[in-house]
């Protein structure tokens, strides 16, 4: 008796890991991206100083990288929490890919392109906090500003670069879940996966072109409602053969 009872609960507890990882992982993503919207809009950080009149270039430069400094702590906290939300995203490609169709090699490779681009999106994000970080120590000491700034347009362009490939990765890997779930009838959320693959080439598409606010703002739509819900739905989707 004592040992079907601990069985019960285990296979419980087991039912239960992929709706946390859903909740969990939606809820981390979309704190990080409001997070990140509210600091892009200067709410929870300073807005950054105006160019004056009869002020150097340099002077301005100095002045900026001070102040950007100073965003550097919140930069680090939600962006650490938006890398835990995409291993869950990567953790959610691969429960897709088992309820759908186990033995299916797109499926298969899907969820694999996924996982490549979480990790391609985790390793620019660290390069870009280390970066950042450098620049942060070297705009608050005697260095040269110019160098300073540099340096700053490296590290942001070699993050674009990693993002585009993240985001291309995600593209290919919903588009290929997407196709198998429309295979199997589940048109509801393969449209859905679907239309994330959209919306994930359109970012990519976006980096490429060199971001700004049409990125923040696909972004943002993204982060704060899409991704989070797809998470949820595929977190409880169920087997063919279990579906009422």
């Given at each position: 008796?004592?040992?079907?009872?601990?069985?019960?609960?285990?296979?419980?507890?087991?039912?239960?890991?992929?709706?946390?990882?859903?909740?969990?992982?939606?809820?981390?993503?979309?704190?990080?991206?409001?997070?990140?919207?509210?600091?892009?809009?200067?709410?929870?950080?300073?807005?950054?100083?105006?160019?004056?009149?009869?002020?150097?270039?340099?002077?301005?430069?100095?002045?900026?990288?001070?102040?950007f400094a100073g965003t550097l702590l919140q930069q680090r906290l939600y962006m650490a929490?938006?890398?835990?939300?995409?291993?869950?995203?990567?953790?959610l490609a691969l429960l897709a890919r088992q309820v759908l169709a186990p033995a299916s090699?797109?499926?298969?490779?899907?969820?694999?392109?996924?996982?490549?681009?979480?990790?391609?999106?985790?390793?620019?994000?660290?390069?870009?906090?280390?970066?950042?970080?450098?620049?942060?120590?070297?705009?608050?000491?005697?260095?040269?500003?110019?160098?300073?700034?540099?340096?700053?347009?490296?590290?942001?362009?070699?993050?674009?670069?990693?993002?585009?490939?993240?985001?291309?990765?995600?593209?290919?890997?919903?588009?290929?879940?997407?196709?198998?779930?429309?295979?199997?009838?589940?048109?509801?959320?393969?449209?859905?996966?679907?239309?994330?693959?959209?919306?994930?080439?359109?970012?990519?598409?976006?980096?490429?072109?060199?971001?700004?606010?049409?990125?923040?703002?696909?972004?943002?739509?993204?982060?704060?409602?899409?991704?989070?819900?797809?998470?949820?739905?595929?977190?409880?989707?169920?087997?063919?053969?279990?579906?009422?």
């Amino acid at each position: 008796m004592v040992t079907q009872t601990r069985t019960r609960v285990t296979a419980r507890d087991a039912s239960r890991r992929p709706g946390m990882t859903g909740y969990l992982g939606a809820a981390a993503l979309a704190v990080a991206t409001a997070w990140y919207a509210l600091a892009t809009l200067h709410v929870t950080v300073a807005a950054p100083p105006q160019a004056r009149s009869g002020v150097t270039a340099n002077q301005t430069l100095r002045a900026f990288y001070h102040w950007f400094a100073g965003t550097l702590l919140q930069q680090r906290l939600y962006m650490a929490i938006a890398i835990g939300a995409f291993a869950a995203f990567a953790a959610l490609a691969l429960l897709a890919r088992q309820v759908l169709a186990p033995a299916s090699s797109l499926a298969a490779a899907g969820s694999r392109a996924i996982t490549a681009g979480v990790i391609a999106y985790g390793t620019g994000t660290v390069i870009f906090l280390g970066g950042h970080q450098a620049v942060g120590l070297m705009a608050t000491h005697d260095n040269p500003i110019q160098v300073t700034n540099s340096i700053a347009f490296t590290i942001d362009t070699i993050d674009q670069a990693f993002d585009l490939t993240a985001y291309a990765l995600f593209c290919a890997g919903m588009a290929a879940l997407a196709w198998v779930a429309l295979r199997q009838g589940r048109r509801a959320w393969g449209g859905y996966t679907a239309a994330l693959a959209v919306l994930a080439l359109l970012i990519a598409w976006s980096y490429g072109a060199g971001g700004g606010d049409v990125t923040n703002d696909l972004l943002f739509a993204g982060g704060l409602v899409l991704l989070p819900a797809w998470m949820i739905w595929t977190s409880r989707l169920q087997p063919a053969s279990q579906q009422g």
